[in-house]
């Protein structure tokens, strides 16, 4: 995917957003490799035990259910209270059990069984409403799936990292929530981009927001997008974009 300084911006906030990719893309090297290969149905399971969950956790409560059932149909054919002691380390396990096998349950109904590959087949946005017609199922869980899956479909994930860094770089406004944040981000970046460019944009962001824009007290003095940031620009006093460019070429 050509990232050229020349691409032209559909609007203002398109020309931002490309500039904070490309810079955070210079400072997190892109393009980044994908950290799960799980098929889709794995990945619906994984997204949904992730919800407000530390990766270690979550990552241990999937490995856990693996071991526990043989497939995901025997997951669905248990008790809510055992899935739920399997899954004891992520953040709400008794809501997360019970919702788990429900979606599990209505993806076999839907589609006639725990195979999600059709939707490589479908336009994103297509599959993204099968998908969010599950009760649970939102906006982050379906991009999830088709991204983060061996679909590996050009849809873009927004986690809260990524949300915080769009909200204070001003991409997004101060009121715009998680949910329809998707639909904005994906509009700022041109529509023929990649699944990889893609999910390097979620990443990078999600990285940045790790990193370096914390939660309490980011780190803006050695942020590379300060130029582009109000919120950095407030905090510190503003930062010339010569002097970001010559911090991070
Ligand atoms: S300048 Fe500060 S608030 Fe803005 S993105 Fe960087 S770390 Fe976050």
Same mark, same amino acid.
């Given at each position: 995917?050509?990232?050229?300084?020349?691409?032209?911006?559909?609007?203002?906030?398109?020309?931002?957003?490309?500039?904070?990719?490309?810079?955070?893309?210079?400072?997190?090297?892109?393009?980044?490799?994908?950290?799960?290969?799980?098929?889709?149905?794995?990945?619906?399971?994984?997204?949904?035990?992730?919800?407000?969950?530390?990766?270690?956790?979550?990552?241990?409560?999937?490995?856990?259910?693996?071991?526990?059932?043989?497939?995901?149909?025997?997951?669905?054919?248990?008790?809510?209270?055992?899935?739920?002691?399997?899954?004891?380390?992520?953040?709400?396990?008794?809501?997360?059990?019970?919702?788990?096998?429900?979606?599990?349950?209505?993806?076999?109904?839907?589609?006639?069984?725990?195979?999600?590959?059709?939707?490589?087949?479908?336009?994103?946005?297509?599959?993204?409403?099968?998908?969010?017609?599950?009760?649970?199922?939102?906006?982050?869980?379906?991009?999830?799936?088709?991204?983060?899956?061996?679909?590996?479909?050009?849809?873009?994930?927004?986690?809260?990292?990524?949300?915080?860094?769009?909200?204070?770089?001003?991409?997004?406004?101060?009121?715009?929530?998680?949910?329809?944040?998707?639909?904005?981000?994906?509009?700022?970046?041109?529509?023929?981009?990649?699944?990889?460019?893609?999910?390097?944009?979620?990443?990078?962001?999600?990285?940045?927001?790790?990193?370096?824009?914390?939660?309490?007290?980011?780190?803006?003095?050695?942020?590379?997008?300060?130029?582009?940031?109000? $919120?950095?620009?407030?905090?510190?006093?503003?930062?010339?974009?010569?002097? $970001?460019?010559?911090?991070?070429?």
């Amino acid at each position: 995917m050509s990232l050229a300084p020349e691409d032209p911006p559909g609007n203002a906030l398109s020309g931002k957003a490309l500039a904070i990719h490309r810079r955070l893309c210079g400072v997190y090297g892109c393009p980044i490799p994908y950290f799960h290969d799980l098929d889709p149905v794995s990945e619906l399971v994984s997204s949904l035990l992730s919800h407000r969950t530390r990766n270690a956790e979550s990552g241990r409560a999937f490995k856990a259910l693996r071991a526990r059932y043989p497939d995901w149909d025997a997951l669905i054919a248990a008790p809510a209270a055992e899935v739920q002691e399997t899954i004891a380390g992520v953040t709400w396990p008794e809501l997360k059990a019970p919702r788990i096998q429900a979606s599990l349950r209505a993806v076999r109904e839907r589609a006639g069984g725990l195979d999600l590959g059709f939707l490589r087949d479908m336009p994103v946005p297509e599959a993204r409403a099968w998908l969010e017609a599950i009760p649970g199922i939102g906006p982050k869980t379906s991009a999830a799936v088709l991204s983060f899956s061996s679909l590996r479909m050009p849809a873009l994930p927004v986690d809260s990292h990524h949300h915080r860094v769009a909200q204070r770089t001003g991409l997004i406004g101060p009121k715009v929530d998680v949910g329809p944040s998707h639909a904005i981000l994906r509009a700022q970046l041109p529509a023929e981009w990649d699944a990889q460019t893609l999910y390097d944009n979620h990443e990078v962001l999600m990285l940045h927001g790790q990193r370096c824009c914390f939660h309490r007290n980011p780190a803006c003095g050695r942020c590379a997008v300060l130029d582009l940031c109000p $919120t950095g620009q407030a905090r510190t006093g503003a930062r010339t974009a010569r002097e $970001t460019v010559a911090l991070h070429p």
